[in-house]
């Protein structure tokens, strides 16, 4: 059995901070590419970070660059997503993926890439 669950959401003021993560069980050795995707409500999953597993290359969506820090903890099978000065247009509900491939510029972005889901964390920005 595989799980990812994350936790860390709630709401919050515009320009405050969050930090969530995402706890891997299972075999964890084959999860190359982690990332974080967003719902808000009325919209599409949106792509917000991701980040390899081995050599820690990370990708931002352009709305969150410079606000949003994805990083990942090895032993603890954790990846972390760090928002700052959050704005109402990120609330949604945040969750984590796992691929098994280190996925490029070219599909990182895309949901049909990842294998595994977790539940979600919902994200209220309050302005």
């Known amino acids: 059995q595989v799980q990812l669950v994350e936790s860390g959401g709630g709401l919050v003021q515009a320009g405050g901070s969050l930090r969530l993560s995402c706890a891997a069980s299972?075999?964890?050795?084959?999860?190359?590419?982690m990332a974080w995707f967003r719902q808000a409500p009325g919209k599409e999953r949106e792509f917000v970070s991701g980040?390899?597993?081995?050599?820690?290359?990370?990708y931002y969506a352009d709305s969150v660059k410079g606000r949003f820090t994805i990083s990942r903890d090895k032993p603890k099978n954790t990846v972390y997503l760090q928002m700052n000065t959050l704005k109402s247009e990120d609330t949604g509900v945040y969750v984590c993926?796992?691929?098994?491939?280190?996925?490029?510029?070219?599909?990182?972005?895309?949901?049909?890439?990842?294998?595994?889901w977790g539940q979600g964390t919902q994200v209220t920005v309050s302005s």
């Open positions: 299972g075999r964890t050795f084959s999860w190359y590419t």
């Open positions: 993926a796992a691929a098994g491939r280190a996925l490029g510029r070219n599909v990182v972005r895309t949901s049909g890439s990842y294998d595994y």
């Open positions: 980040i390899t597993w081995s050599g820690g290359t990370t």
